[in-house]
């Protein structure tokens, strides 16, 4: 059978300030996801959050890009900001960027990362959310499950894996996309998906095949907004096992509290860290940022879960490196690398400051050119 699994997103409102969304906005979302199913608009569904970011798991038969299914989302996201209102959550609305709906969600806000496939006899897939940072934060581990054998070891000991996979990378800037064959480009994809605030990894395919077996949600809230309206705080959907990356070989890239932009302002870097979904809720300097990762085995569309993946002690140690890092990276105060480079500063001050003195900066003359 043929399914859709669809996760779409936004923050529409937080309690309080950036940190967690109020339980009656996530009642209101689970009552419109219940009653979706009720009328068949959706196979099954799981409510979740990451932070202040609410995210509607569903299953369907309507493939990516649905009309019905983007149309839901987003009246969802319209009646629980309607709470939001009414208990006067910080930034209501924040993410709907548009009045009206009109076709699809692309452009208008909300996140979404989606994928159809043929459900095997097993499916389990696992469905992780962030908050506090971008959809280039995913470059990483992706890279780590489907193309390093230091990470997955069925790359080198599953014969089903060892030829590779490919890997749909897209410029958000140019808008362009190009897929790259791993092993064989590694070299070639990694100049680009090490750089992660442009080039982001949209889809993994198995070779010989256009079946996604992966997919993030690729928004990027400044670019459509013109100006900084909140992190976009990604989202991504990754199969596992029978000549897929293991279950754990999906989760070990997280026990490294790598990098990423996000943070304070959207305009910090910090450590990326893996929690249970007790813990995601971004506090210290609105974070560090953070990522929840929802298991599901999937059985004729029905999300059976979800498994709370990363409420384990075995990344306790991710978790308090990750807690040394934030405090190495905070005694940078207002010094980059902690403060983003002023190019992806979205809070910026800086044209501002630019006009207010532009007066007073004057040319060097003579020997003060010395360099
Ligand atoms: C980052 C984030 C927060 C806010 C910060 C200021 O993605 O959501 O760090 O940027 O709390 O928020 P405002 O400008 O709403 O006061
Ligand atoms: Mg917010
Ligand atoms: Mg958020």
Same mark, same amino acid.
Do not use: N
């Given at each position: 059978?043929?399914?859709?699994?669809?996760?779409?997103?936004?923050?529409?409102?937080?309690?309080?300030?950036?940190?967690?969304?109020h339980p009656a906005m996530l009642s209101r979302a689970r009552e419109a996801l219940a009653e979706a199913k009720e009328k068949g608009i959706i196979i099954d569904y799981c409510q979740a959050k990451c932070?202040?970011?609410?995210?509607?798991?569903?299953?369907?038969?309507?493939g990516p890009d649905s009309e019905e299914i983007h149309r839901f989302a987003w009246e969802t996201f319209e009646a629980v900001t309607e709470i939001a209102k009414e208990l006067g959550q910080y930034g209501a609305g924040q993410d709907l960027l548009t009045d009206a709906f009109s076709g699809n969600l692309r452009g208008m806000g909300p996140g979404f990362a989606e994928m159809e496939f043929e459900e095997r006899k097993s499916e389990p897939v696992i469905c992780f959310l962030a908050d506090k940072t971008e959809p280039g934060s995913w470059n990483f581990p992706l890279y780590k499950m489907f193309a390093d054998p230091f990470n997955t070891a069925g790359l080198v000991i599953d014969p089903s894996m060892h030829d590779g996979f490919r890997f749909e990378v897209h410029d958000l800037i140019e808008e362009k996309k190009i897929?790259?064959?791993?092993?064989?480009?590694?070299?070639d994809m990694l100049v680009f998906i090490g750089a992660p605030s442009r080039y982001v990894i949209k889809h993994v395919f198995r070779k010989g095949s256009d079946e996604p077996?992966?997919?993030?949600s690729t928004q990027r809230l400044?670019? #459509? $907004?013109? !100006?900084?309206?909140?992190?976009?705080?990604? @989202? #991504? $959907?990754? !199969?596992?096992?029978?000549?897929?990356?293991? @279950?754990?070989?999906?989760?070990e890239p997280f026990a490294f509290p790598y990098t990423v932009a996000g943070w304070m302002r959207g305009s910090h870097h910090g450590p990326?860290?893996?929690?249970?979904?007790?813990?995601d809720t971004p506090t210290r300097f609105d974070g560090p940022p953070r990522v929840v990762a929802l298991g599901f085995q999937l059985k004729d569309g029905k999300l059976v879960g979800p498994r709370d993946m990363f409420a384990d002690p075995s990344y306790d140690n991710a978790r308090r490196r990750a807690l040394e890092i934030a405090?190495?990276?905070?005694?940078?105060g207002p010094f980059e690398p902690h403060r983003l480079p002023l190019d992806e500063m979205e809070y910026t001050t800086m044209p501002a400051v630019v006009e207010k003195l532009k007066d007073?900066?004057?040319?060097?003359?003579?020997?003060?050119?010395?360099?």
């Open positions: 059978m043929k399914v859709t699994l669809s996760i779409i997103k936004a923050d529409v409102g937080g309690y309080v300030g950036h940190s967690d969304v932070g202040d970011d609410i995210a509607l798991i569903m299953t369907h038969d309507k897929i790259f064959s791993c092993p064989e480009e590694l070299y077996v992966a997919v993030t400044f670019l #459509m $907004a013109g !100006r900084y309206v909140g992190k976009d705080d990604p @989202v #991504m $959907a990754v !199969r596992c096992q029978s000549g897929l990356p293991a @279950v754990g070989e999906v989760l990326f860290m893996p929690v249970g979904t007790d813990w405090d190495y990276y905070r005694q940078h007073r900066f004057v040319p060097l003359v003579g020997a003060e050119r010395d360099h």
